[in-house]
Every structure is written in structure tokens, then in C-alpha cells.
């Protein structure tokens, strides 16, 4: 077990280890733009299992805290011991998106409990108008996960029940989806929609179908995606926001950050998932528009930035957390070099203060929204990078984050978001996404094991393992 965070004497004691990781990771990246390995020794099988030891620790503890103080509802608030139900009544938002993170760290005992509370209580016949993405990526990415990991058909019927009701969304004139949908009338609202909202559904309705049977879903995101994805500007860029009733764009900002980013993620894994080739090719046009009018060379290395989406005029140099998704997805893509570049700034911006804010400029490296809310995608990324790579620097950057997020989120009942981390004033919330990705990443970064079985799933946008078992 990791021991908490105590007096400052202790916290002073860690730090040369961590400097000399940095100051390692940060030469070896400084002066060259291309795919320089670290000087750092490499970590050996006991090192790696030490580390992955205690992040399943961390993760049953985390879990622990959230049973003990906030059992049966969305989320905890691990600093006042409360907890946080989104809709006025709980959706187990928690225990869903943390069940298969519990059963891929090995803790028996803490996935038998998490799954027998999703059973006992969750139940979609509820009055609540919900947020059509989050559940989707969060719920039902979560149950179809948990169903092939443990092959309960109860998960599944779940996952078909909530699909179901989630399907009205589709009904507007262009068959893009709102954003909001009640689950027991079907009532919809929200036309003002971005493409991830519109974009980010595709996994996991198009798995719902091939493991019901029910071509229906696959049927209803795909054509929400080719809809959205014919809407495109002449240069091949999306802008920030569009009225699914008729199609007019209402912001042409264009960028990977928040309300795009996992529209380019699902293009290209709903390709590799389903064997689409016109998805595949929908991913390679945007991919080319997006390199062409976003990425940003610098004096401080590869950054994407935002640009206008019919011209391509650079119109902010902003860069943060979220965007810190894509260094995977190129990686995944293919783009080793891009990638490791990309994975080099996103750490830059990690060390500026010692933990990453939510969006720096990039241009004069200051940050600009200086919360972290425990995000994962830089995380991810390094997962990801060391996977195809197998090169020990992203098991150092692994390591320095790991070590960060114990020294400033750590509290008694598990992990905080910041409100600043410059100052490194804490808030009060561990979001469920902190179990289903932040430490379900760490995890399958440091352990010698694949029990994910990397090469043959794909993940949601939520880290939620989806199989092709059809």
C-alpha cells in the first residue's frame, strides 16, 4: 500500500528523484525534434511490477473511499466526504466506468462488489433528462466492457435498455443527435451541438448492434457521423459547434481541444473496429486538413493549435489537457515520429508546474485555465507511445505523473481535482473518469502484463475496452 502523502519533510524527500526523472526526460527531449531515446536506465520487470503494484493499490483504495462515503451514488467528494449525483438521482456513474478498471487490475473482491451494486441498483427507467454523450461514453462504454470481460448477459441488457432509450436523440431533420434526451419519455433538446458530441457515439452503439443483433445503432451513429462529416469546410476542417436541426455551423473555430477532439479519435477507431474503409478514408481526409491548418511548429516543439475552419487562418495558439488525446491516436494511426513529438510538448506543459494546468498558450507558455481536473489523456498517450514503441522514457514520464498526482491530488479518500495548480489549491471531486482512466492507464502503462491485450481491443473515449468478438 502507497503510503499518504504526510508532513512536508516528506514530500522535500521524494523531490530529488522526481527533478532528476524530469531534468532526465527534459534533456533527452530538448534539442531535437525527432525520436531521441532518454538517458534514463530503462525499467526493469520488479520495477515496473512495483510501480503497477501500487497503482492497483491506489485504485482499491480509491474504490474503498468511494464505498465508504458515497456508495450508490455518481461520484465522490473525497475532500468533504460527500457526494455528487448529476441528474438529482444516481445513475452509478461511478461504479460503472471503475468495473472493468477493477477487473483488468486484478482485485476480485472489489469487481464482485462494484458489479453485484450495478445489478442490485441500476436502473435506466428513470425521469431524468441526461447528457446524451457522457452517459454514452461513460455507461454504456462501461457495461459493453464489463459484459465481454465477464460475459454476464445481465450487463448486456443493461447496455440494450439504455441504448434504447437513448435512441430519440437521432431524431432530428438532419440525423445528427441533440445533446440531451429524458430516458423515460424521450424527450429531446439541445440542438446546438460540436462534432464530438455528434461524433463521439459510434463505438459503442455500433458494438451494442453487433452484440444484440440490432443493426439499428451502428445504423443511427453512423449516419449522424457521414452527415456531420459532409458539413466539412473546403479544407477538409470542422468548426466548434452546429445546429443538428439545420446544419448551419455556429462557430467556425477549429481545433483538437473540448467539442472536437474524439470526433477524430472514433473516425479512426470505429475504421479499425468495424473494417469500415470509408470511415478509414473519412479519417485520412480530415487527418490530412488537420496536419495541413492546425499543427503548429515552434520554437517549443509540435503543438496544434486553432484556426479558422474555412480559411485556416491561425486564429489562438491554446493547447491543453484535452488535447494531450491526440499524441495516442497518431500513435495508433501509425505516426510514431508525430506522435513522440507531440507527447514531448504535452509533457512541457505538465512540468511547467509540476502538474499540468487545463490549456496553456502555447506561444508564451502560460497557462490560461490553470485547473486540473485529474484529466487522463496525457497519460493515455504515454500508454500508448510505450506500447508500440517499448521505449523506457514513457515509463518515466508514467512515473512522473504518477508521483505528482500522489504529492498534490492524494487525500484521505482518494484523489482531488486542482483548482490551481500553480498555487495547487485543491477542490473537491474525484470524477468517475479519475478509476475508468487516469489510473486504469497507469496501471497498463507499468504492469509487465497486457491484460487489456492491447493489440486486438479498441478503447473508448472513456478507456473502456471494446473487443471484435463478431
Known amino acids: ?41 530503462p525499467a526493469g520487470h520488479a520495477d515496473r511490477a512495483r510501480l503497477a503494484a501500487e497503482v492497483r493499490s491506489e485504485i482499491a483504495r480509491c474504490w474503498r473511499g468511494y464505498e465508504e462515503r458515497a456508495r450508490g451514488h455518481d461520484e465522490l467528494l473525497p475532500v468533504s466526504g460527500g ?47 441526461v447528457k446524451n454523450f457522457e452517459v454514452t461514453i461513460r455507461l454504456l462504454g462501461g457495461l459493453l466492457s464489463s459484459y465481454q470481460l465477464t460475459g454476464d448477459p445481465r450487463l448486456l441488457a443493461l447496455a440494450d435498455d439504455l441504448g434504447h432509450r437513448l435512441l430519440p436523440v437521432f431524431a432530428s431533420p438532419t440525423g445528427m443527435p ?12 439541445g440542438a446546438r451541438s460540436n462534432p464530438a458530441e455528434i461524433g463521439t457515439l459510434l463505438l459503442e452503439f455500433g458494438t451494442l448492434s453487433k452484440l444484440t443483433g440490432n443493426p439499428v445503432y451502428l445504423e443511427k451513429a453512423r449516419r449522424a457521423v457521414t452527415v456531420l ?8 476542417l470542422v468548426g466548434e ?11 467556425a473555430a477549429s481545433h483538437v481541444g473540448g467539442g472536437i477532439d474524439s470526433y477524430y479519435e472514433y473516425l479512426a477507431k470505429s475504421a479499425r473496429l ?26 517549443s516543439g509540435l503543438w496544434y493549435g486553432q484556426s479558422d475552419m474555412t480559411s485556416g487562418r491561425r486564429t489562438a495558439t491554446e493547447f491543453g489537457a484535452l488535447q494531450a488525446f491526440l ?22 506543459m505538465w512540468t511547467l508546474h509540476g502538474i499540468e494546468p487545463e490549456s496553456i498558450d502555447y506561444s508564451t507558455m502560460k497557462a490560461t485555465e490553470p485547473g486540473y481536473p485529474l484529466r487522463p489523456e496525457i497519460v493515455e498517450s504515454a500508454y500508448y507511445l510505450y506500447r508500440y514503441t517499448k521505449d523506457p522514457r514513457y515509463l518515466e514520464m508514467g512515473r512522473v505523473f504518477f508521483e505528482d498526482l500522489k504529492r498534490y491530488c492524494r487525500v484521505d479518500g482518494g484523489y482531488t481535482i486542482l483548482k490551481n495548480v500553480v498555487t495547487k489549491e485543491k477542490g473537491d471531486l474525484m470524477p468517475s473518469y479519475f478509476l475508468a482512466e487516469t489510473l486504469k492507464y497507469l496501471y497498463l502503462l507499468f504492469t509487465p502484463d497486457d491484460p487489456a491485450d492491447f493489440e486486438h481491443i479498441v478503447f473508448n473515449t472513456e478507456a473502456h475496452p471494446l473487443r471484435r468478438t463478431w
Request: aromatic share 8%; proline share 4%; hydrophobic share 40%.
Open 229 to 236: 462529416y459532409a458539413r466539412r469546410s473546403a479544407i477538409g
Open 1 to 41: 500500500m502507497v503510503r499518504r502523502r504526510g508532513p512536508r519533510s516528506l514530500v522535500a524527500s521524494s523531490e530529488p528523484r522526481r527533478l532528476i526523472a524530469v531534468l532526465s526526460l527534459l534533456a533527452a527531449w530538448g534539442c531535437s525534434s525527432g525520436p531521441a531515446r532518454s538517458s534514463a536506465p
Open 178 to 189: 441533440y445533446m440531451f434526451v429524458n430516458l423515460k419519455t424521450g424527450k429531446t433538446s
Open 274 to 299: 468495424f473494417g469500415d474503409a470509408d470511415l478509414e478514408r473519412m479519417w485520412r481526409e480530415s487527418r490530412k486538413a488537420v496536419d495541413a491548418y492546425l499543427a503548429d511548429e515552434t520554437a
Open 327 to 348: 499524441p495516442a491516436v497518431l500513435a495508433f494511426d501509425g505516426d510514431l515520429d508525430r506522435a513522440r513529438r507531440l507527447e514531448d510538448s504535452c509533457f512541457r
Open 83 to 129: 457526494f455528487r449525483d448529476w441528474y438529482g438521482e444516481s445513475l452509478l456513474m461511478t461504479p460503472v466506468d471503475a468495473l472493468d478498471t477493477l477487473i483488468l487490475a486484478g482485485l476480485p473482491e472489489e469487481s464482485a462488489r462494484a458489479k453485484a451494486l450495478v445489478l442490485d441498483r441500476l436502473s435506466f427507467d428513470r425521469d431524468v433528462t
Open 241 to 251: 459547434e452546429i445546429d443538428v436541426e439545420t446544419g448551419e455551423w455556429k462557430s
